[in-house]
């Protein structure tokens, strides 16, 4: 039976805030027997319906039970009859040929797995309601029937704005509509000038070998990071001499370690572990003690400064704890030189750089790009659609694209395999949109570990893409990996590690003051210049820690920094540091473009110098 300690802990670990506690813990559980659910059901059934109203505040209010009941009914009504329907889904080309006795050589709309890619008939990529290639998979629909996704009401209305030109841009994209052809043309001819691109090579190459590490790379990777943060922390002249932790002391000392959980579970007050450098210290773990503290924020494979005291030896009592490596640490002395490679035919002056770091305009998009009722992918023709009619300077376009937790592709339903999907769907559309566009436009892909045609390793290597004419334009990036576009540093990682860092951080803040939870889940990768700090990862993640240290390293602070996750989409200004020196990072979470059976969100940036005359937009489609 769930109990009110559960259900509130469940809630707490989601970020929400609980208004009336106990009434609202009272009807829940109620639910919960009821629905013979889980607490972590209820609360995964609360987020889809906070979801679903749009909710701005991460709160639960009394008042919300009863909107909620009627969605926990609906989701009962909804499983039972897909209980009772047994009913066996014939895929679109097995339907066809019965009822027509077509044979299976003779139309090409009905494909089986064909030899010759050019032999498939690819629609316009800009119309959400295009015929199906089918490759056999079962979507449960007749060809070329109107799709849930193309019957809705309205189209990319703005959901959040944040700039100058907040009023213009709603305007203009809440009457967005089909242009006519000389609109088009004139649209074409309007573009921006192209950006520059150079696109930082740190990051694992297609065709690498992975998972050959040993323990003993697993152990280095550690402890450099942890002797790197030290190192900064002593460079930056504002601290003592760093002491061993484990070491019996009356006097108020200085130490640098790495935080651990004591057991598999989550952190809590008594399973505190800080573990210190083994080369500088002795590399011992000792329990850590935060009651003095009324505020922090921690996690698993943070490193961290500690001031405090450990007069018995066994436990070492915090007064102070400092979270941010010093922003004198500009580069990694133990990593080679990042590889630059410029993808611009021409070569730049750099008075032409500077000029061209006034403004750079962005459309940010991450997959699924297909809904999962069908491998249509009409999610991504519109979003095509409107870069055609409002052309970006650079189009993001961040994993997955091909979906393994797609159904289908969870069942293996289709005849094609998953390299054939990504060509068609996904790489040719891209490819007419260029095309279309000209040589002003520029495509970046960015894979992810749902990528069922590519590597499953973290970090990941860029797609192996070669198009002709076009490789100039359409460019892959490793998994994180960071690029320069008009001098502004844009860095991007696609696991979702806002999500993995909130089950997993423990935090504690003054009563009354009102927090921003994911701004704080975001600026830990700045404060500890990783893409994924969170050490060990969960099992789900397949991390190679031979690749990491050099993969994952943020040398310095990016102008804007991606994070694509399942939590609610946001763009935030995060600022790192304090005073003047202070370094200010635009993080943008776009959500995601495809949400279920409906359309999702994706961001419109223009960032011109610095995040103070920044314009941005959450578009929903």
């Known amino acids: 039976m769930a109990t ?40 995964s059934s609360w987020e889809l ?6 909710s701005i505040d991460q709160t639960v209010k009394n008042d919300e039970m009863d909107g909620f009941l009627l969605h926990l009914q609906n989701q009962q009504k909804e499983s039972i009859m897909k209980e009772e329907s047994g009913l066996h889904i014939y895929s679109n080309r097995d339907v066809d040929m019965l009822l027509d006795g077509i044979p299976e050589d003779t139309e090409d709309d009905i494909v089986s797995t064909p030899t010759n890619k050019s032999q498939r008939l690819l629609p316009d990529p800009f119309d959400s309601i295009s015929k199906s290639r089918d490759y056999g998979y079962s979507t449960g629909k007749s ?9 809705r009401g309205q189209k990319f209305v703005v959901r959040f704005n944040i700039g100058d030109a907040a009023a213009q841009a709603e305007n203009g994209d809440n009457n967005d509509v089909e242009n006519s052809e000389d609109d088009m043309i004139i649209k074409k001819v309007l573009t921006r000038r192209r950006c520059s691109l150079k696109v930082n090579g740190v990051g ?16 280095d990777s550690l402890e450099k990071r942890i002797v790197r943060h030290a190192d900064a922390f002593a460079a930056s002249g504002l601290y003592e001499e760093q002491v061993d932790p484990a070491v019996a002391s009356q006097r108020s000392i200085f130490s640098v370690g790495m935080i651990c959980c004591d057991g598999e579970g989550f952190l809590n007050d008594k399973s505190i572990l800080l573990q210190s450098s083994a080369e500088r210290t002795s590399g011992q773990r000792v329990p850590l003690d935060l009651n003095r503290l009324n505020q922090f924020s921690i996690f698993p494979g943070q490193i961290v400064g500690i001031e405090g005291q450990n007069p018995s030896g066994h436990y070492f009592t915090a007064s102070k704890l400092l979270d941010t490596v010093p922003l004198t640490l500009t580069a990694d002395v133990d990593l080679p030189p990042a590889k630059k490679q410029n993808l ?40 095509l659609a409107h870069a055609k009619r409002k052309p970006p300077q650079l189009l993001l376009l961040l994993g997955p694209f091909v979906d393994s937790n797609h159904p289908e592709i969870e069942k293996g339903a289709v005849d ?4 054939e999907i990504f060509q068609v769907e996904v790489i040719r559309r891209v490819q007419e949109y260029v095309e279309f566009m000209g040589s002003e436009v520029r495509v970046v892909l960015v894979p992810s570990l749902r990528d069922a045609n590519h590597d499953f390793i973290f970090p990941q290597p860029p797609f192996d893409i ?25 860095g991007c990682c696609t696991v979702d590690v806002l999500k993995q860092l909130s089950v997993e951080e423990m935090s504690r803040n003054p009563s009354g003051v009102p927090t921003d939870r994911l701004g704080r889940l975001a600026s830990h990768l700045l404060r500890q210049r990783s893409f994924y700090p969170l050490y060990p990862p969960p099992e789900s993640l397949p991390y190679d820690s ?4 050099q993969a994952l390293q943020i040398s310095s602070i990016p102008d804007i920094l991606l994070l694509p996750s399942d939590m609610k989409y946001f763009v935030k200004v995060l600022s790192i540091g304090e005073g003047e020196d202070a370094a200010k990072c635009v993080c943008v979470n776009p959500g995601r473009l495809a949400k279920g059976e409906g359309a999702g969100t994706f961001v419109e940036l223009t960032y011109k110098g610095d995040p103070e005359s920044m314009h941005a937009s959450v578009i929903s489609i």
Do not use: W
């Not at 506690?21 to 609360?43: A, G, M």
């Not at 065709?207 to 152990?219: H, I, K, L, S």
């Not at 790009?369 to 519109?382: I, Q």
């Open 344 to 383: 611009d035919q021409e070569v730049l002056t750099l008075a032409e750089e500077s000029r061209e770091k006034s403004e750079v305009s962005f459309i940010i998009a991450s997959g699924p790009f297909t809904t999962l009722d069908n491998l249509l992918f009409e999610p991504l023709s519109e979003l």
């Open 4 to 43: 009110n300690e559960e259900i509130k802990k469940e809630f707490s670990r989601s970020g929400f805030a609980l208004v009336e506690e106990d009434e609202i813990l009272e009807r829940c559980v109620t639910l919960c027997i009821n629905y013979s659910l889980k607490p972590s059901e209820l609360v």
């Open 466 to 490: 070669h198009i002709p004419d076009l490789e100039h334009q359409i460019t892959s990036l490793s998994n994180p990996g960071t690029f320069e576009a008009n001098q502004v540093k844009v």
């Open 204 to 219: 694992p190459e297609p065709g690498c070998r992975f998972m050959y590490y040993r323990t003993e790379d697993r152990f």
């Open 143 to 151: 060809v070329g029937h109107v799709t849930p996704f193309g019957q």
């Open 416 to 419: 094609a395999n998953f390299s």
């Open 546 to 549: 031979k690749l990491a240290p």
């Open 49 to 54: 319906y906070h979801l679903n109203r749009q």
